[in-house]
C-alpha cells in the first residue's frame, strides 16, 4: 500500500491490539513459575509444575497420541490432497464440479457438526471409536486444506517445463519425480504443516471421535482446564507456546534463507 | 528407411473441442517436407496453427487425422521421450530447482550417459551458446537472453535430428532479437542439423529461414523461399502478410498463358499483371502491388526515371510524403478515392525541394507488368 | 547420438499404461478419486445419516427409534430453543462485527507498515493462531475470573475494591470469541488492503479528495473482498462454537453448539441433536452461498 508512515493513533491502537492479544499469553507463562496452587497471587518463582508436567502419565500418553494422529493423519491427507489439487488444476474429467464443490464442504461446515456426524457414521457401522477413529477424522478434514493451499501454489505452474522434461527424454513418471514435485515441493510443504497443525491442534472433532481409553493432547487440556485447575496447565501451555515459537521461527528464518 | 525429407506432414489434420462444446480446426490437411539441414519456418499470425504443427512434431499433440512423419518413420502417438527431436520452448522452461549444468545434463541423464562423458558434453553446449562458466547458477540469476542460450543448449547437447523451436525470442527486446537471430542461424549453420522454427514476425522469417510455410487458419497456404514468397505471393494473405503490399479490386477479363488483365473495380481501366495460381475469366482478385516496385513521374517528366511502353499507368495525386532518408515514402490518390503506396528510392543526393514530391502534385504511377500481381483471394 | 525411438510391439504389451498415458480425463480423474472416495465415505455420508437422523425418535432410553418424527425441528423454535438460536445468532453476528471493528484498524496499519515490520507483525499475529486455543481461552479464565488477574490488578491500582464477576457471563464469552477469532478476521483484511496500489490513492488526492473522503470512497469499497472473506471465516465457525461459552459462560450461556454436544453426549437424544446440527448446517450454507456468490472465494484465505 502506501510508503508514506501510519499515523500515531493507528500506531498506538495497533500497539494496545497486540498487547491484548499477548497480555493473557504473557499472563499465563509467568503463573507457571507460582509457587501458589491456586495461581492467583503471585507468591514465589518455582519450577515445581513443570517437574510434575514431566510426570504426568496422562499427559504423555496424551502427547504420544497427538503426535502419532498427526503425523499419520498429516502424511495421508497430503498425498491425497495434492493429487486431488493436481486433479483440479490440471485436468479436466466429469463430475469435476462435484468432486470441487466436495473438496470445500469440510471447510464450511461448523466443526460441531462435521464431529457428531463421524460419531453417528462410527457408531453405525459398529466401529469402536479410538485412536483409529480420530485418525480417519483427522484426515477427512486434512484433505480439503492440503487441496486447497498446493492448488493455490500451482496457480503459476508453467506446464512447459513439464512438457520440457518429456521432450529430453523423461518418462511420466520419471517427469513428475524430478521436475513436478521439486517444482511444487514448497506448496506442498506448505499444506502439509497446515495439516499438521490443525491435527495437532484439534479438539472439537476429537471430542466426538475418541474412545474412552484414549485421549490426545487438546482433550486432556481441556478436562484439565475444566476440572483439575493447577498451574501445571500453565507450564504446558508455557512450554507449548514456547515449542511453537521456535518452530515457527526456524521455517522464518528458513525462508528467508532460501529467498 | 531413411528417407530425403527428415520431417513430412501427410495431409495432417488437428482439431480440437472447445469448451463451450464445439471444435475448432487448428491444422487443417496440412501437407509438406522439411529436407534434412534446412533452416525452416513457419510463420503466420496468432492462432494459424503453426505451434500446433510444432507441437504435434514434438509429440504434445497427436494428429486427429494424417501423419507425421519423422525420419521417415510414421509418429502416431508414440509420446515426446520417444522421438529424435528436442524442443526450445517460448518461455524456456528453465527447471528452477536445478542450476544451469544440472538443466543441460538432465537430457543426456536420460539417456543414461556416463557422468564423464555428461560433464564434458555440458561444457561443449555451454561454450557453443557463449555461456562457459555459468554452470553453476540458477535459472534465477540469468537475463532473458541467457535463460533462452541456456534452453537451447539444453536441447543442443542431445544432438537430436531435428531442433523445433516455438517463438523463442519473442520476450527479448528488439536489439538481443536481431542479434540472437544472426546467431541462431550461425549456429544452425555450424551444427548442420534441421532447425524448424515458429514465428509470427516476417522480417524474424525472412532473414533466417531457407524456406518459409506461411500459414493461416490452420492452412499452409504456401511454402517456398524467403525471395519466392515476397516476390510471388500465391494468394492475397500471403502478400499482405509478408512485407507491404498495396491492393486493387477487379475482376478478370482475358487470360493468358502468364499475363491476365483485369478490369479494376473502382478505377474505369484495366491492368495487365502476372498470374498466380489457377484463375478464370471472371474471377474476383486482388492486383498486388508493391511500394517500391512502382515508377512515379510527374507532368513535366522531371523526376521520372525509366519508363517502358509495356507499364500499366494509373493517374493520381500526392496526400503525403514522408522523408526517410534512404527513402520516400508517399501516399497517392487516384481516382475514386482509392489510396495506394510508393516508395521512391533517393537514388540521387540532391538539395533540390523540386526534386521531390510534395502534396498536391499530380503524378503518372508506372507499375511493370512483372510487378503486377493478379492473385486469388484465397490459395485454392 | 540420438534417443532411441520406440517400435511397435513392446507398445501392445502395456497396453493398459499406454491407454492411460494417452487418455487424460482419466488421469484426472484417478487422481481426484482418492480424495472423492475418501470424503464421501468420511463427510458426505455421515451428513446424510444426520439429516435422516433428525427425522427419528428417542426412546425411553436413550436409544434412537426408527420412528419418523419431525416435531425435532418444530421443538427447535420454541420458547426455549428458539431463544438459544437467536441468542447463538447474535453472538455469532457480534463476534463478527467486533472483529471487524477491531480489527480493521489493525488491518490497515498492518498494510502500511515499512516491509521489515510488517513481516514481525504477521509473524506476531499468527504465532498465538497456531498455539492451541483451549490454552489461550484458559488465559482469559485466569485473568476474569474473581480475585484473577484482572480483578488483581485492579484493585492494587485502587481502580475497584470488590471482585468484577465477569467470568460465566455474555461478556466474557464475548471477550473469548473475539480474541479467538480476530487472527481470522485481520489476515483477509489485510491481504486485501495490502493488495490497493498507491497510485489509486494519489489520484484521489490528485482530484481533491481529503484523506477521509479518499479512505471512505476508494479504500473501504476496495477492502470489501477482504472484509467479506473475513466474515466468512468469522462468523460461520464462531456460530458452531461451544467451547467458548462452555469455559468462559459457564451454564448461562448457551448457544446451538452447547445444544448439540449436549444432546450427543449427557442428554442422549440424538435425532434432536442431529436437528439442531442441521438448522446449523442450513443456516452456514446459505450464509456461505450467499457471499461466495457475491465475491471470489479461496484466494483471499491464502495468506
Known amino acids: ?259 | 528407411m531413411k528417407s530425403d525429407f527428415v520431417v513430412e506432414f501427410h495431409d495432417v489434420v488437428k482439431i480440437f473441442p472447445t469448451p463451450e462444446g464445439g471444435t475448432v480446426t487448428a491444422v487443417d490437411h496440412v501437407s509438406l517436407e522439411i529436407k534434412q539441414g534446412e533452416f525452416f519456418s513457419f510463420l503466420g499470425p496468432s492462432g494459424c496453427g503453426k505451434t500446433t504443427s510444432l507441437r504435434m512434431m514434438a509429440g504434445f499433440e497427436w494428429p486427429t487425422s494424417g501423419e507425421v512423419v519423422i525420419d521417415g518413420k510414421v509418429m502416431g502417438r508414440i509420446p515426446p521421450y520417444l522421438r529424435p527431436v528436442n524442443t526450445v520452448f517460448q518461455s524456456y522452461a528453465l527447471f528452477q530447482h536445478m542450476n544451469v549444468f544440472q538443466n543441460i545434463a538432465f537430457g543426456l541423464e536420460m539417456e543414461k550417459v556416463p557422468k564423464a562423458e555428461i560433464n564434458r558434453r555440458v561444457g561443449e553446449a555451454l561454450e557453443m551458446v557463449k555461456l562457459g562458466n555459468m554452470g553453476r547458477r540458477t535459472p534465477k540469476q540469468l537475463s532473458g537472453g541467457q535463460q533462452q542460450r541456456i534452453a537451447l543448449a539444453r536441447a543442443l547437447v542431445k544432438r537430436p535430428e531435428v531442433l523445433l523451436l516455438d517463438e523463442p525470442l519473442g520476450a527479448l527486446d528488439l536489439k538481443l532479437r536481431k542479434e540472437m537471430q544472426l546467431e541462431l542461424k550461425a549456429l544452425q549453420e555450424q551444427v548442420g542439423i534441421t532447425f524448424i522454427y515458429v514465428t509470427h514476425d516476417q522480417e524474424e522469417a525472412l532473414t533466417m529461414s531457407n524456406r518459409i510455410a506461411v500459414m493461416s487458419k490452420g492452412k499452409a497456404l504456401q511454402i517456398g523461399g524467403a525471395v519466392e514468397i515476397y516476390e510471388r505471393p500465391n494468394c492475397r494473405f500471403v502478400a499482405d502478410f509478408i512485407g507491404e503490399t498495396n491492393f486493387l479490386t477487379g475482376k478478370i477479363k482475358t487470360l493468358a498463358k502468364d499475363q491476365v488483365t483485369v478490369q479494376l473495380d473502382s478505377l474505369n481501366q484495366e491492368i495487365t499483371g502476372i498470374r498466380q495460381g489457377n484463375l478464370v475469366v471472371g474471377q474476383a482478385v486482388a492486383v498486388s502491388i508493391r511500394p517500391e516496385k512502382v515508377r512515379l513521374a510527374d507532368d513535366d517528366n522531371k523526376k521520372v526515371r525509366e519508363l517502358r511502353g509495356t507499364d500499366n499507368l494509373l493517374r493520381g495525386k500526392v496526400v503525403t510524403t514522408a522523408y526517410i532518408g534512404s527513402d520516400t515514402r508517399v501516399v497517392l490518390e487516384l481516382q475514386g478515392g482509392l489510396r495506394m503506396r510508393a516508395w521512391e528510392q533517393n537514388a540521387i543526393s540532391t538539395l533540390d525541394p523540386d526534386a521531390y514530391y510534395s502534396a498536391g502534385d499530380a503524378v503518372r504511377i508506372y507499375i511493370p507488368v512483372e510487378n503486377t500481381l493478379v492473385l486469388p483471394e484465397d490459395a485454392s | ?303
Open chain 3, 1 to 303: 547420438m540420438t534417443t532411441a525411438v520406440a517400435s511397435e510391439s513392446p507398445a501392445k504389451k502395456f497396453s493398459l499404461v499406454r491407454a492411460l498415458r494417452e487418455n487424460r480425463v482419466a488421469q484426472g480423474f484417478l487422481l481426484i478419486s482418492p480424495a472423492n472416495i475418501y470424503l464421501f465415505l468420511f463427510i458426505v455420508l455421515p451428513l446424510l445419516l444426520v439429516a435422516g437422523l433428525s427425522f427419528l425418535s428417542r426412546g425411553d432410553y436413550g436409544q434412537v427409534l426408527f420412528k419418523f418424527n419431525p416435531a425435532n425441528y418444530a421443538r427447535l423454535f420454541d420458547a426455549l430453543y428458539g431463544k438459544i438460536m437467536l441468542f447463538s445468532l447474535a453472538v455469532g453476528l457480534g463476534t463478527t462485527l467486533l472483529c471487524l471493528l477491531i480489527g480493521y484498524p489493525m488491518a490497515y496499519y498492518l498494510a502500511r507498515a515499512p516491509a521489515r515490520q510488517r513481516s514481525l507483525l504477521l509473524f506476531l499475529i499468527l504465532l498465538p493462531f497456531w498455539t492451541n486455543f483451549i490454552i489461550r481461552i484458559y488465559a482469559w479464565m485466569m485473568i476474569l475470573r474473581s480475585q484473577g488477574f484482572l480483578d488483581s490488578i485492579l484493585q492494587w491500582a485502587h481502580l475497584t475494591t470488590a471482585p468484577l464477576n465477569l467470568l460465566y457471563t455474555p461478556t466474557a464469552v464475548m471477550i473469548g470469541m473475539v480474541y479467538e477469532f480476530l487472527p481470522f478476521m485481520v489476515l483477509p483484511l489485510y491481504t486485501s488492503l495490502e493488495k490497493i496500489e498507491n497510485s489509486l490513492l494519489e489520484a484521489a488526492a490528485d482530484l481533491g479528495a481529503p484523506p477521509w473522503k479518499a479512505f471512505l470512497r476508494v479504500t473501504l469499497p476496495l477492502s470489501v473482498p477482504g472484509m467479506i472473506a473475513g466474515t466468512i471465516l468469522t462468523f460461520i465457525p464462531a456460530m458452531g462454537m461451544f467451547v467458548v461459552s462452555d469455559l468462559l459462560g459457564g451454564a448461562k450461556t448457551i448457544l446451538i453448539g452447547n445444544v448439540i454436544r449436549n444432546q450427543f453426549l449427557t442428554a442422549r437424544d440424538w435425532p434432536f441433536g442431529a436437528a439442531a446440527s442441521m438448522i446449523l448446517m442450513i443456516l452456514t450454507m446459505v450464509f456461505t452461498l450467499y457471499y461466495t456468490r457475491k465475491a471470489g472465494f479461496g484466494e483471499e484465505l491464502l495468506v
Open chain 1, 1 to 259: 500500500m502506501s510508503e508514506k508512515k501510519p499515523a500515531l493513533w493507528l500506531r498506538i491502537y495497533t500497539f494496545f491490539a497486540y498487547l491484548f492479544i499477548y497480555v493473557p499469553i504473557l499472563v499465563l507463562i509467568i503463573f507457571s513459575f507460582n509457587t501458589q496452587k491456586l495461581n492467583i497471587r503471585w507468591e514465589g518463582f518455582t519450577l515445581v509444575w513443570y517437574n510434575v508436567l514431566f510426570h504426568d502419565q496422562q499427559i504423555l500418553l496424551a502427547t504420544r497420541n497427538t503426535l502419532m494422529i498427526a503425523l499419520i493423519s498429516t502424511l495421508v491427507a497430503t498425498v491425497i490432497g495434492t493429487m486431488a489439487a493436481l486433479a483440479m488444476q490440471r485436468y479436466r474429467f466429469p463430475l469435476y464440479s462435484t468432486s470441487e464443490t466436495l473438496m470445500y464442504v469440510p471447510i464450511v461446515i461448523p466443526e460441531v457438526v462435521m464431529g457428531i456426524s463421524l460419531l453417528v457414521f462410527f457408531v453405525l457401522i459398529k466401529f469402536t471409536l479410538g485412536l483409529v477413529t480420530i485418525t480417519l477424522s483427522h484426515i477427512a478434514f486434512n484433505v480439503p486444506f492440503v487441496a486447497l493451499v498446493v492448488r493455490a501454489r500451482l496457480h503459476g505452474y508453467d506446464n512447459a517445463i513439464d512438457e520440457a522434461a518429456m521432450d529430453l527424454g523423461a518418462n511420466e513418471l520419471t517427469t513428475f519425480w524430478r521436475v513436478t514435485l521439486p517444482t511444487i515441493m514448497p506448496g506442498v510443504l506448505s499444506g502439509a504443516m497446515l495439516a499438521l497443525t490443525l491435527s495437532l491442534d484439534d479438539y472439537v472433532i476429537t471430542y466426538f471421535t475418541a474412545g474412552p481409553g484414549s485421549t490426545t493432547l487438546p482433550l486432556r487440556v481441556y478436562s484439565m482446564v475444566r476440572f483439575v485447575v493447577t498451574p501445571e496447565i500453565n507450564a504446558l501451555s508455557a512450554l507449548w507456546v514456547l515449542i511453537i515459537f521456535v518452530i515457527l521461527a526456524i521455517g522464518q528464518v528458513a525462508q528467508s534463507r532460501r529467498a
